[in-house]
């Protein structure tokens, strides 16, 4: 069902985890899958993504798309990283099972809601600091 290479990132996903620090974090359930994804960025001053990690409860699809969009993130800006797509994790995992493709929509709706996570934050301490 699935290939070597998912296989291998489901076994041994490097970004799973919570994150110290992390300034940017979101959590979304699936009622339609019943996945739960929270993502953690870890943002400097310049907007660029030192570290990402998730921690979800899912099946294999959820934990490597997880897995593969915080390796696909670091180091990028928070423009650079919107644009990611769900795309860029098909051409790294190769064809999913047409019925696992949606779980892919819910990793990315966490990510997208870590990144106004960050902006809220931000936005709270500039306030608090005038």
Do not use: H, W
């Not at 953690?40 to 993504?49: A, C, F, H, S, T």
């Not at 997880?66 to 919107?82: H, Q």
């Not at 098909?90 to 949606?102: A, C, F, H, N, S």
């Amino acid at each position: 069902m699935y290939n070597q290479k998912v296989l291998e990132i489901f076994k041994n996903p490097l970004n799973a985890g919570g994150l110290q620090g992390a300034n940017g974090v979101a959590k979304v359930a699936s009622e339609k899958y019943g996945d739960v994804v929270r993502i953690y960025l870890k943002v400097d001053e310049n907007q660029v993504i030192e570290n990402a990690r998730f921690k979800a409860m899912g099946g294999v699809v959820t934990i490597v798309a997880c897995n593969i969009l915080c390796d696909l993130i670091k180091g990028k800006t928070l423009e650079e990283a919107s644009a990611v797509t769900v795309e860029d994790i098909v051409e790294i995992t190769g064809q999913l099972p047409d019925e696992k493709v949606g779980v892919l929509y819910t990793v990315f709706q966490a990510f997208k809601d870590a990144i106004t996570d960050y902006y809220k934050r931000k936005e709270k301490e500039e306030a608090a600091n005038k």
